[in-house]
């Protein structure tokens, strides 16, 4: 049967190609899985040699992935990924299909999987990962995952039973991250060194993970992360073994984080210093994360915004990078989460003072309008200043016409948004 779904699997993911519906990277999974709850598993067992890095975590899992992808491929490893962001089991079994032969043998080196936070218990139920690394959970699609504390607490459990021999790189600045690897003997720890600012209002996971008390900070990069310690029962941060870089690949606090994570994965799985710093200098961002794609002969740079720490992070990397033309895309999908009232969490009232022209678009435009008029009064953006596009073709046609040579249109969408952004601007259609 196996041999029978990944061709059937394969004819999929031509059709969906040659039709331009897809990628095939959701269907032909969904299928075999259905079919055989157990393929994931069968797939894995056959390709013992097979090695899987796994990854997970509410904000930079397609970035950290293909950070880690560059590093292995540059070492001479044949290496395959989930890169369209199909994070679930149907995902995973789809990368499988696509990238084995005919009977269901593939010939990689490794293989790197984002998974939804969700999903992860039943991930580790079909698979048993070389390195598992878990970057930082924030609030995020509230009405699918529940709050920080449901998540942390599923993690918590299936860790408990994962295979001695997985490598846990963790995030010793997120409290409930680091605190998964408390007395397990193979983890490491990535934290962010000399960055200090005033906890935002969107932190998440302020309290100890161990006796709930209120934890307090040295110093904080952003939302909850930092260098956090526990006053009443003495838990504090771990001492990571990395924190610092010569370089980085991409600017903005959150991918200093992300580069760490890669680095640390790349240094247990045996790759010399040398070659990780050279190799980084070969790294090209992912879709949506600081891509830049040119438009009608003008430059947008697309920066995924799909929750307040996310949000928090693309306007302050924009401000710095004295962007003066921003578009956001707010939708309300089933990847975004149906409830957009987290708008309210993104502290924009810091940054339109720098910003020259604000525009807004999306199927929740008016609400991020809304948003975005009470923001007014404290910069220097009044409402005429605000554009307001039901048509988010439109949006981008309009906003990069009144573009000045050499500028950027900076935009900033919610999930679906980027991919409908992505089919406009390039014509393919992503999923």
Known sequence: MIYLL????????????????????????????????????????RNKHLKIVLIAGTNGKTTTGKLIRT?????GNKVFQNEAGANLLNGIASSLIKNSNLVGNIKFDYA?????????????D????RALVLLNLFRDQLDRYGEVNIVANKWKESLEKIDIKTSLILNADDPKI????????????????????????????????????????????F???????????????????????????LPGIYNKYNTHAAILTARVLKIGESKIKNYLKKFKPAFGRQETIEY????????????PASFNQSLQTINELKAKNVLFVLNDRIPDGLDVSWIWDVDFENYFKNFRSVSVSGDRVYDMALRLQYANNESRITYHELKIYEDLKEAIGKETKKL???????????????????????GKKLL
């Open 178 to 221: 680091a605190f998964l690897g408390n007395n397990k003997n193979n983890s490491f720890y990535f934290s962010v060194k000399g960055e200090s600012f005033i906890q935002e209002h969107a932190s998440d996971s302020t309290y100890c993970p161990r006796c709930g008390e209120k934890l307090s900070y040295e110093r904080v990069t």
């Open 71 to 75: 590093i292995l491929e540059e070492n």
């Open 126 to 129: 079909n698979l048993k990962p």
């Open 6 to 45: 990944v061709l059937l699997g394969k004819v999929i993911i031509f059709i969906s190609k040659t039709l331009n519906i897809g990628s095939g990277s959701t269907w032909p999974g969904h299928i075999a899985v259905e079919t055989y709850k157990d393929f994931i598993k069968r797939e894995l067992t």
């Open 223 to 249: 939302s909850h992360l930092g260098n956090w310690k526990c006053k009443k029962c003495g838990l504090k941060r771990k001492k990571p073994d990395i924190e610092n870089y010569e370089s980085y690949p």
């Open 112 to 124: 790197i999987f984002e998974v939804d936070e969700n999903t992860l218990s039943l991930v580790l």
């Open 296 to 307: 009608n002969g003008k430059n947008i740079q697309i920066f995924l915004s799909k929750n």
């Open 404 to 426: 000045k040579a050499k500028e950027i249109l900076y935009i900033l969408p919610t999930y679906s948004a980027m991919l409908d952004l992505r089919k406009i601007l390039t």
